[in-house]
Each structure stands twice: as structure tokens, then as C-alpha cells.
């Protein structure tokens, strides 16, 4: 079954930058997705497809996704940014792959 | 605006059934492959099921596969997740999703909690 790996904590200054990296076997060939959980919230998506945005979504918010690491990068980190951050993929035989998780605190 | 809301979470013993809705609005329901996706507590995400539009095709995951099974009502806009022979280690919160052709989830609902104790 494919496999994801995430950092478990990442921590931040406000307004400096945090980087989420998600780690696979040649992650780079398949679509990333990024979702961010508040505590007691649902899920929601971030950046899709390596490094969309949905709508409503910051800009401070990006994606990039090459080799074997995708990386969600936020800028100017803000307090409501703290939550944790899950990675996505689709694959065709373990069908939605989840990454493990990374929690990021804001300093 | 699009919203999913899920019911029919509660608590149940080991070796019981329970079955969870999904109730869709705002979009073309037909049009979409769903899922359900759990989160155990204090853990992380894990992908249970999801369906085709039409429902021709369904897969599960390995963990409950045999034990859960998925169907939909497109005349109502509900999604369901029969469990059955449920196991501790299902306790869970359950969230349905639209699923954008095997690609990301977007959105998902509020979640229910399913508690497997004796």
C-alpha cells in the first residue's frame, strides 16, 4: 500500500513562514492535496491538486510537489492558522492515501 | 451553498450494527463519487468508503471491508455507511465528503461520532 509521511509538529513565529512536508514514492507523479483541521472542525481543503487554491482560501497559502516531497508553505503564519495539516493523494491501489498528520503551533 | 450534514452516530456494543446518513444539498448529487472518512479519537484521517454517482462502483478499505457497506439514495441526496460486527477500534468520528473523481474531498461534513463500547 502506498505510504505518506508527514513531520508530526511544525512551530512558528507569526508572520514568518511554516513549511508541511508530505514524503512518498515518487509523490511527484500524483496530485497532492492539503487539508487543514481546527480543533473540533471538520477537515478542509487548502491546496488542491499540488498547488491550487480553493476559493476563499488565503494566498499566503501554496503547494509544491516534485521527486519524493510535496510541501504546503504558509506565509505571514497567522494565530488562526494553528490546526493540524493532512496531505492527500489518490492511488490506484490503496485508492485516498491520508498523511499521518502535522500539527503546527504558532508561537 | 454546498453542505453535507451526517446522523445516525451513537453508541453501540462490540458486535452491532448502525447505520449512518449523509444528507447532500446545493449540488447535482448524482453527479459525484462520495466517501466516508473516519478519524479515530485524538488520531488521524482514514479513508473508509467511497461510491460512484451512479453506483456501479464502490470500493472499502481493507479494515472494514466486509463489515461496512456504502449505498445512496440519488432521489433523496443521501448517502449512507451500513457498519456492522463493529469493533472498538471503530470508535470514531465518521465525516462524509464530496469526492471530486478520486482526487480530493471537498467538502466535508460536520462528522458523527460512533462509539464502539460494551
Known amino acids: 500500500?502506498?505510504?505518506?509521511?508527514?513531520?508530526?509538529?511544525?512551530?512558528v513565529a507569526p508572520g514568518q513562514t511554516a513549511s508541511i512536508t508530505c514524503g512518498?514514492?515518487?509523490?511527484?507523479?500524483?496530485?497532492?492535496?492539503?487539508?487543514?483541521?481546527?480543533?473540533?472542525?471538520?477537515?478542509?481543503?487548502?491546496?488542491y491538486d499540488d498547488s491550487d487554491r480553493p476559493s476563499g482560501i488565503p494566498e499566503r497559502f501554496s503547494g509544491s510537489n516534485s521527486g519524493n516531497t510535496a510541501t504546503l508553505t504558509i506565509s505571514r503564519v497567522e494565530a488562526g492558522d494553528e490546526a493540524d495539516y493532512y496531505c492527500q493523494v489518490w492511488d490506484s491501489l490503496s485508492d485516498h492515501v491520508f498523511g499521518p498528520g502535522t500539527k503546527v503551533t504558532v508561537l | 451553498q454546498v453542505q453535507l450534514v451526517e446522523?445516525?452516530?451513537?453508541?453501540?456494543?462490540?458486535?452491532?450494527?448502525?447505520?449512518?446518513?449523509?444528507?447532500?444539498?446545493g449540488f447535482t448529487f448524482s453527479d459525484y463519487f462520495m466517501s466516508?472518512?473516519?478519524?479515530?479519537p485524538g488520531k488521524g484521517l482514514e479513508w473508509v468508503s467511497y461510491i460512484s454517482g451512479r453506483g456501479?462502483?464502490?470500493?472499502?478499505?481493507?479494515?472494514?471491508?466486509?463489515?461496512?457497506?456504502?449505498?445512496?439514495?440519488?432521489?433523496?441526496?443521501?448517502?449512507?455507511?451500513?457498519?456492522?460486527?463493529?469493533r472498538p477500534e471503530d470508535t470514531a468520528v465518521y465525516y462524509c465528503a464530496r469526492d471530486q473523481d478520486n482526487s480530493w474531498l471537498d467538502p466535508w461534513g460536520q462528522g458523527t461520532l460512533v462509539t464502539v463500547s460494551s
Open chain 2, 36 to 40: 466516508w472518512i473516519r478519524q479515530a
Open chain 2, 56 to 86: 456501479p462502483t464502490i470500493k472499502y478499505a481493507d479494515s472494514v471491508k466486509g463489515r461496512f457497506t456504502i449505498s445512496r439514495d440519488n432521489t433523496k441526496n443521501a448517502l449512507y455507511l451500513q457498519m456492522s460486527s463493529l
Open chain 1, 1 to 11: 500500500s502506498y505510504v505518506l509521511t508527514q513531520p508530526p509538529s511544525v512551530s
Open chain 1, 24 to 47: 512518498g514514492d515518487n509523490v511527484g507523479s500524483k496530485s497532492v492535496h492539503w487539508y487543514q483541521q481546527r480543533p473540533g472542525q471538520a477537515p478542509v481543503v487548502v491546496v
Open chain 2, 7 to 25: 446522523s445516525g452516530g451513537g453508541l453501540v456494543k462490540p458486535g452491532g450494527s448502525l447505520r449512518l446518513s449523509c444528507a447532500a444539498s
